[in-house]
């Protein structure tokens, strides 16, 4: 009965969405339902903001709440979008690969990525979920994250290499340390021989939304060159319509 339910839902959103306005018969007719039924459905549909009435017991048009679902859609696509350009922009001017990952749980979810001209990629990073105690995007997204921050602190911190930080006050102090600069390293951290710099994305509010990294190897990307690589990373960011 549920699922029958928003089926009709949908139904009447549709036949609001072909005439414009109907009345509670409209819809009936339309259905295929009793006016009772299709009534109640319009009027649970107005609790949600979905339709709305210009005056009581007159007919119903769709609601504003839809452009809120749909600005939610929109926001998301355009993540995507800028994400993927900022990362295509990174990876050619750095020649490095370059990613934006989002937190999960206590993990940063790579979402876009670019490899820099004549570089291979160490990995493919899209939808890898990469530990946050040990690489550089997990650490900014922990940073600004509190909670998330001690819930990594308080569980296993898996060693995968010998540089891997394994005690929660080393993962404390690391993060502590990646507030103050604003950026973040994995210096062979995660896979060795494989060097990675990250800066948070931050929105206007403040909110910091994903982070922005390059990896490499350790030649192409040595510790000697992470802070001139962050402060380009800034740069890069704050060009791209959406980070500050």
């Not at 949908?10 to 339309?30: I, Q």
């Not at 819930?151 to 993962?171: Q, S």
């Not at 403040?206 to 190897?217: M, N, R, S």
Request: proline share 3%; charged share 20%; net charge negative.
């Amino acid at each position: 009965m549920g699922i029958q339910s928003v089926d009709r839902a949908m139904e009447a959103l549709e036949v609001l969405a072909a005439l414009g306005e109907a009345g509670v018969g409209d819809v009936a007719g339309r259905l295929e339902v009793h006016k009772s039924t299709a009534s109640r459905l319009l009027s649970s549909l107005s609790d949600h903001g979905l339709v709305e009435q210009q005056v009581p017991g007159g007919a119903y048009r769709l609601g504003f709440g839809l452009v809120r679902l749909a600005s939610a859609v929109t926001s998301r696509m355009d993540f995507s979008q800028v994400g993927q350009a900022l990362c295509d922009a990174t990876a050619k001017e750095l020649h490095l690969t370059s990613n934006v990952a989002v937190l999960d749980d206590v993990f940063a979810v790579n979402v876009s990525q670019a490899v820099g001209d004549g570089l291979m990629a160490p990995r493919h990073y899209v939808g890898l979920r990469t530990p946050g105690h040990a690489t550089s995007s997990g650490k900014v997204l922990l940073a600004w994250d509190e909670a998330a921050a001690q819930r990594a602190a308080a569980g296993e911190l898996e060693a995968h290499t010998a540089y891997t930080l394994v005690t929660a006050g080393a993962l404390q102090r690391e993060l502590e340390y990646v507030r103050q600069r604003d950026w973040a390293a994995s210096n062979e951290e995660w896979e060795e021989h494989v060097t990675a710099v990250a800066i948070p994305l931050r929105l206007p509010s403040g909110a910091v939304e994903a982070a922005l990294t390059v990896t490499g190897p350790v030649h192409s990307l040595p510790p000697e060159s992470f802070v001139q690589t962050a402060e380009r990373l800034h740069e890069l960011a704050a060009a791209s319509g959406r980070w500050v």
